[in-house]
């Protein structure tokens, strides 16, 4: 039996990062798995309408209600609620967005750093 080490070269361990994919790098399954998580109620009835389309994670925040109809979605109710998911998550990326624009605007302004 061969023990495991932390400094095997043979040991693939991923590598935890800090941060997130940005959403706008999702890809479609990256979307199937937002979808799922956060719209579960309605993935089964609307997951494939989102593969037909490619949605992508950049194209994901960047949907309206039109979009949504135009995608099959017409029951007005999963429409809203479906809506309602998109529109935290364009909040949420906004955010992110800000505070990455803060810390390099005061990591550039920053004296020490220099």
């Not at 935890?16 to 798995?33: G, L």
């Not at 609620?81 to 990455?100: M, S």
Request: with cysteine; aromatic share 8%.
């Amino acid at each position: 039996m061969v023990e495991e080490t932390p400094n095997n070269p043979n040991n693939k361990a991923k590598q935890k990062t800090n941060k997130p994919k940005s959403v706008y790098e999702w890809n479609v399954r990256d979307v199937q798995n937002w979808l799922r998580r956060h719209c579960s109620d309605y993935h089964p009835l609307y997951a494939d309408n989102f593969i037909q389309h490619d949605i992508t994670g950049r194209a994901l925040i960047r949907m309206n209600d039109n979009s949504l109809v135009r995608l099959g979605i017409n029951d007005a109710v999963h429409r809203e609620a479906i809506w309602r998911e998109i529109l935290k998550l364009r909040l949420k990326t906004d955010i992110i967005e800000i505070r990455d624009l803060q810390f390099r605007t005061n990591s550039f302004n920053d004296p020490a750093r220099s």
